[in-house]
């Protein structure tokens, strides 16, 4: 090491990590007694509310704020804000005190607007975040509107990849019929969805009928509401059978030539069509390149310990704290142990499965969603699939059950796991089996590997 090198560390030694500025910050937040600024906003109830603020803070985290205090500024002591409530407001400025902010949903839309307008980019790199850890078919759409509005690509393609993955589900849904033109022209674009075209076409057409308030759809109501992206509709990717199967209800809204064009589409995949769009959508795959194959297995050291007995309901649980797809896993093969020794189990046996979300309210409170219905497997099948990927959210807590239908009497598995998997530095399952620990790891479970899509 150099003599400038080794003076370099020895300086670096000497730095210290301090609280003051933290604690400041948690002081002055809302303090009356110091602020030289008030910000009045509207309550719920419409009267006033005076915020207390303090210019420093504010000019230095925000361009805007400091070329708005200036010395020919009129106002000088308050400011009315006229585009947000004052529970909003009082949000937003904690991105100027605090060093850990708290969001809520109900005020997320004007959080992220005001971030915008005072130009502050943690402001909007949270509220992403935010949105992102806390996605549900409730709030997609709002989170997907607002990505689109604030031009967050990360959280607009995160919210295209939740619609891929299960549009069914998200075209029934009432948000869907009680959003814009503009989010329905983004998901008409879309070039994959998980639902087929004439699923699609009804869901749009519904769409329109709330629109127009009237069940009955006619050509010049589908134009005036949803326009251009009527021509949006892939009619390539229909089969004859899905195309006869619309023609009785909405028929009537398509020209000759547009009729024409369509069956000669289906039938002839190299037609170029000149009214309609020709493009394919493809049914929705996961990326593989996302994918990440993860094992609890401790190393073979661990070979040959003591038996696992199996109980009647054995329940995996698990929470990650970064979003992530679930798609399958592993679990370990079911025997039977006998004179010191393990023995396959003779014959099919039978578990019914089921995947549990549950949000922790409070110490006290929780509230289960069931989010894969139950599963019969009746023999041992190493790798189980899901159908539809589930999105693991940070903040829930996911169980597998499996309800053993045999006698599982002396039934067990040998399989010891580790209580955590850390698929990068920043992202990590961890796993609450209801086992004993030695040294910290988990030794006892059924399900050993499990599939995962980095989102």
């Keep these: 090491m150099s003599n400038i090198s080794a003076f370099k560390h020895i300086l670096a030694m000497n730095v210290y990590a301090v609280t003051t500025h933290s604690n400041i910050g948690v002081?002055?937040?809302?303090?009356?007694?110091?602020?030289?600024?008030?910000?009045?906003?509207?309550?719920?109830?419409?009267?006033?509310?005076?915020?207390?603020?303090?210019?420093?803070?504010?000019?230095?985290?925000?361009?805007v704020f400091a070329a708005m205090f200036t010395e020919f500024w009129p106002e000088q002591n308050e400011v009315k804000i006229v585009d947000a409530p004052a529970a909003a407001f009082e949000e937003f400025l904690q991105f100027f005190y605090l060093s850990k902010v708290k969001l809520t949903m109900d005020n997320i839309d004007k959080v992220m607007y005001l971030g915008d307008k005072y130009n502050i980019s943690e402001c909007m790199n949270v509220c992403t975040k935010y949105l992102r850890q806390n996605l549900s078919y409730d709030n997609l759409f709002l989170a997907y509107e607002l990505a689109i509005r604030f031009n967050q690509n990360c959280l607009k393609s995160f919210c295209e990849l939740m619609i891929a993955i299960d549009t069914k589900a998200i075209l029934?849904?009432?948000d869907f019929l009680q959003y814009d033109k503009e989010i329905i022209g983004y998901i008409l674009k879309m070039n994959t969805l998980s639902c087929t075209e004439a699923e699609l076409f009804d869901a749009v057409m519904a769409w329109v009928q709330i629109a127009s308030k009237s069940l009955t759809l006619t050509k010049e109501s589908v134009s005036t509401h949803i326009g251009d992206l009527?021509?949006?509709?892939?009619y390539r990717s229909m089969s004859f059978?899905?195309?006869?199967?619309?023609?009785p209800t909405y028929g009537h809204l398509y020209t000759f030539a547009e009729n024409a064009e369509i069956i000669?589409?289906?039938?002839?995949k190299n037609v170029q069509p000149k009214l309609l769009n020709g493009n394919h959508r493809k049914p929705f795959k996961l990326n593989e390149t996302n994918k990440v194959e993860c094992s609890?297995?401790?190393?073979?050291?661990?070979?040959?310990?003591?038996?696992?007995?199996?109980?009647?309901?054995?329940?995996?649980?698990?929470?990650?704290n970064e979003p992530l797809l679930f798609s399958g896993f592993k679990y370990d093969r079911i025997l039977y142990y006998k004179n010191n020794a393990y023995h396959s189990l003779a014959g099919t046996f039978a578990i019914k499965m089921t995947i549990v979300q549950t949000k922790l309210v409070d110490s006290a409170t929780s509230t289960?969603?069931?989010?894969?219905?139950?599963?019969?497997?009746?023999?041992?099948?190493?790798?189980?699939?899901l159908s539809t990927p589930i999105l693991l959210k940070p903040g829930f807590l996911y169980e597998i059950r499996f309800n053993m239908l045999l006698d599982i009497e002396k039934c067990c598995t040998r399989v010891q796991m580790y209580p955590e998997i850390r698929l990068q530095p920043n992202i990590v399952v961890r796993f609450f089996?209801?086992?004993?620990?030695?040294?910290?790891?988990?030794?006892?479970?059924?399900?050993?590997?499990?599939?995962?899509?980095?989102?």
């Design 241 to 247: 059978d899905d195309f006869a199967g619309l023609y």
């Design 433 to 455: 089996d209801d086992t004993t620990a030695i040294d910290g790891r988990v030794l006892r479970g059924l399900i050993h590997s499990f599939t995962f899509y980095k989102v």
């Design 230 to 234: 009527f021509y949006e509709i892939r």
């Design 27 to 63: 002081k002055l937040y809302l303090n009356e007694k110091s602020a030289d600024i008030h910000f009045v906003a509207k309550l719920a109830d419409g009267k006033d509310k005076r915020i207390p603020a303090h210019k420093l803070l504010l000019t230095t985290a925000s361009d």
């Design 296 to 320: 609890r297995k401790i190393s073979s050291q661990w070979s040959s310990p003591r038996p696992y007995y199996i109980k009647q309901v054995e329940v995996t649980k698990f929470a990650t």
């Design 264 to 268: 000669q589409m289906i039938a002839k």
């Design 172 to 174: 029934s849904s009432n």
């Design 368 to 385: 289960d969603e069931i989010v894969f219905q139950s599963l019969e497997i009746h023999q041992y099948e190493p790798m189980i699939l």
